[in-house]
């Protein structure tokens, strides 16, 4: 049986790396994609909904409906990204539950993203090293996996669909 769960959150594609931002409405997860969009080239997988599931063993993760390709900025309403700053999916490598800095404890107990087994770190998106610490993080993944999973990128159901 293949699980779906859909989130109110934003999603890109960095470095190998499929990054969830979730949190609250106005905790900056729109805000944090485009920085990782125009300031580091990620890619985007989707902003405000993003439907996760299960595939080849590994969770994945793509805009839910038709929110494909489109990013609300605040002050200037929703953007339509070119297609080479877009991926219609990708695995799901860690999850950023953004939340205000007061509220990030120092020494973190590490947790695990229920149901899909990845892990959650907590981010203040609005901090000056924001981007740094995803660098890091990043950093910390490909030092975990022995190989850069490129295999795992999926350009469309249909290929998806392919590999099983």
């Known amino acids: 049986m293949t699980q779906h769960v859909f ?3 934003s999603a890109v594609y960095w ?3 499929g990054i969830l931002m979730t949190g609250p ?3 900056g997860k729109s805000d944090l994609a485009l920085r990782l969009l125009y300031e580091k080239q990620a890619q985007l997988v989707t902003d405000d909904g993003c439907e996760l599931f299960i595939e080849k063993e590994q969770p994945f993760m793509r805009a839910a409906g038709t929110l494909a390709g489109y990013l609300e900025v605040r002050g200037m309403g929703v953007i339509q990204v070119p297609p080479s700053a877009q991926i219609s999916s990708c695995a799901l ?3 950023l539950d953004l939340k205000p800095y007061e509220q990030i404890s120092r020494l973190p107990e590490s947790e695990l993203f229920k149901p899909f087994e990845v892990p959650v770190y907590a981010l203040d998106p ?3 090293s924001a981007l740094a610490k995803i660098s890091a993080l990043v950093d910390v993944h490909h030092q975990r996996a022995s190989f850069y999973p490129q295999d795992l990128l999926l350009d469309s ?4 669909a392919q590999h099983l």
């Open 126 to 128: 609005f901090e000056v």
């Open 25 to 27: 409405s106005g905790t």
């Open 7 to 9: 989130l109110h959150a």
């Open 157 to 160: 159901p249909k290929q998806a």
């Open 15 to 17: 470095q190998g790396c």
């Open 93 to 95: 490598t860690f999850v």
